[in-house]
């Protein structure tokens, strides 16, 4: 099945400072990848879709220059966290978009800004 | 927007029991599916129930769906400790897997040894 590589697992940053979340499709081409955001005891909400080559897709209420995504390459798509507050504090999990994969999820990011 | 609902919003039982969690969904869906997460850990896929499917059985596992009603049951037979975990529900509106997911609220489990 499709593999989706998701760094760091866990990161605690300094309020102010910039956080990098990456996702890697280890055997598959993804030209979509969402990205959710989960915060404790709470569901999944969908925060964007990213597509490679182009512009990412934000939910309404995501503001777009706090969550830089970046999808340059059908193997990696990344979700940057910029000047983090201690309310960006959550768990942040992307999932490709696989036609013929079934469903897959990267392990997901704690991030924690203190 | 979400808009699966999940009840119990958390559920205690003793070891051995049967767990049944709900979900209610609003819009037409492809398919319908049930993801286990343990404690600040990524999501488990359980198993994938299609809009035109009634039941379907994974082991220990049981899941309904009713179209009618936009609900689907998760039953979990013979509970272990081991199953402590959060359960969500979640509905894909198009045929592939290449679409969004919209989740439920979810329901925390725990299984008493």
């Known amino acids: 099945g499709a593999v989706v590589s998701q760094h760091p697992s866990r990161v605690i940053c300094k309020s102010g400072t910039s956080v990098k979340i990456e996702c890697r499709s280890l055997d598959f081409q993804a030209t979509t990848m969402f990205w959710y955001r989960q915060f404790p005891k709470k569901s999944l909400m969908l925060m964007a879709t990213?597509?490679?080559?182009?512009?990412?897709?934000?939910e309404q209420g995501v503001e777009k220059d706090k969550f830089l995504i970046n999808h340059a390459s059908l193997t990696l798509s990344t979700l940057t966290v910029t000047s983090a507050h201690p309310e960006d504090s959550s768990f942040y999990i992307c999932r490709p978009a696989l036609s013929n994969y079934g469903y897959t999820f990267g392990s997901g990011t704690r991030l924690t800004v203190v | 927007s979400q808009q699966g609902e999940e009840d119990p919003q958390a559920l205690s039982i003793q070891e051995g029991e049967n767990a049944t969690m709900n979900c209610s969904y609003k819009t037409s869906i492809n398919n319908l599916q049930w993801y286990r997460q343990n404690s600040g850990r990524g999501l488990v896929h359980l198993i994938l129930?299609?809009?035109?499917?009634r039941e379907k059985h994974s082991g220990r596992l049981r899941v309904t769906l009713d179209t009618s009603k936009k609900s689907s049951s998760l039953l979990i037979t013979a509970s272990r400790a081991a199953d402590t975990a959060s359960y969500f529900c979640?509905?894909?509106?198009?045929?592939?897997?290449?679409?969004?997911?919209?989740f439920g609220e979810g329901t925390q489990l725990t299984v008493n040894p």
């Open positions: 979640a509905t894909d509106a198009r045929e592939t897997s290449g679409s969004r997911l919209t």
């Open positions: 990213s597509n490679e080559g182009s512009k990412a897709t934000y």
């Open positions: 129930i299609r809009s035109n499917e």
